[in-house]
């Protein structure tokens, strides 16, 4: 096991170690994002190694300059333009989402976090083509899915979208291996051996592919949905609260499973979390309040995204009671 080494982040710097694409940022902050604005300095997560559940490497010091930007970048794998989602009537109307502005590119993880009705979830399922937005556009790979058909876009989302949940999702009935290739033979695809094994060896449940989900634990469950998602070589992976349901150790497991995707695999990931040290494993941090993006945090710490939160819930609070 490597010992910790010391990586200076500066702003949406990247760690020697990585060679990831630099988002461009384009500023765009709201009033409230503006008030959220501080430096700080924290400690890095460690990370897990892709092709096994090993540390590879321990805290290091990281300087972390926060911003505040809206993204819009051409080349982005998932990009939001003021997307819109309304719930209910004229007189029950909610805006959960108020026009969202968002890019992601390639080989990135970002993390999604907000108080609890920010729009989170509302975020992920159009962004993933699960729900359609009452207003602005979504484009995966370029292509807008408001132009699809609904048979087109469930195949889009079949061939080019994985997606995680919380409690897993998993077919009760089927083995580890059928559940992961379920999405290739939905597809008419017939799953071939040894990109099965690769997979799950991915994962590290090789050895557990006739089991049934029942005799797994919480943790092996989850990576069996990971598996899943992963098996089509999707553009996107979108996971809601996926260490929701985890102890901390589990969820560590998951986190690793996740980052070494994108650092080994070149997946973009994106996650809705309330965790501070799950958001710690992402390249950045983006905040939600009341359907609007506030705020992003590049090169997150655990220490620093808690204590955006904690100034993100007084200043939600404030918004909703109109105390200031
Ligand atoms: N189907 C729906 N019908 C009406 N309102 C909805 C519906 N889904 C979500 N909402 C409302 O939209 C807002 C955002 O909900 P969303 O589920 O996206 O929040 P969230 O940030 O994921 O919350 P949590 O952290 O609790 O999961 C909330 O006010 C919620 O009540
Ligand atoms: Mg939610």
């Given at each position: 096991?490597?010992?910790?080494r ?20 384009a500023?765009?902050a709201?009033?409230g ?5 501080s430096?700080v300095?924290g ?9 096994a559940?090993v540390?590879s490497?321990g ?9 505040h930007?809206?993204e819009?970048?051409?080349s982005a ?11 209910g009537?004229k ?22 976090m ?10 992920l ?15 995966i ?16 989302r079949r ?14 009935a089927?083995?580890v ?6 999405p ?6 017939r ?10 060896d ?7 592919r ?26 996107v ?5 996926p ?12 986190l690793?499973?996740l980052?070494?995707?994108v ?6 990931v994106v996650?809705v979390t ?9 390249d ?33 609070e ?7």
């Open positions: 096991m490597a010992g910790p010391a990586r200076l982040h500066l702003g949406s710097e990247r760690s020697v170690t990585q060679n990831r694409p630099r988002p461009v940022r500023a765009s709201t009033a994002a503006e008030r959220l604005g430096a300095v400690l890095a997560p460690p990370r897990i190694s892709w092709f559940p540390f490497g805290g290091g010091a990281r300087l972390v300059l926060v911003r930007t809206n819009n970048h051409p794998v998932v990009q939001l333009n003021d997307v819109r989602r309304t719930y009537g007189r029950t109307s909610v805006a959960a989402l108020d026009g969202v502005t968002a890019g992601f590119g390639r080989a990135s993880f970002t993390a999604v907000g108080p609890s009705g920010s729009g989170k979830s509302t975020f399922h159009c962004a993933a083509g699960l729900d359609r937005p009452t207003g602005g556009s979504v484009l790979e370029g292509q807008d899915l408001g132009e699809l058909s609904e048979v087109e876009l469930t195949r889009l061939e080019r979208v994985g997606f995680v949940f919380q409690a897993f999702n998993l077919l009760p089927l083995t291996q059928d559940n992961v290739t379920l290739l033979r939905l597809a008419g695809r799953p071939k051996p040894a990109l099965v094994r690769q997979v799950l991915q994962v590290g449940l090789g050895e557990r006739k089991h049934l989900p029942a005799e797994l634990s919480g943790g092996q469950q989850q990576r069996v949905a990971i598996a899943r998602a992963l098996v089509t070589r999707p553009a992976l979108f996971a809601d609260e260490t929701g349901a985890l102890d901390t150790h589990t969820a560590r497991d998951v690793g499973l980052r070494g995707s650092d080994h695999a070149g997946q973009t996650m309330h965790d501070p040290v799950a958001a710690s494993y992402a950045r941090v983006v905040f939600l309040a009341d359907g609007r993006l506030v705020g992003e945090l590049p090169n997150p710490t655990a220490e620093a995204v808690a204590e955006r939160m904690t100034h993100l819930g007084a200043w939600a404030r918004t909703a009671t109109g105390v200031y």
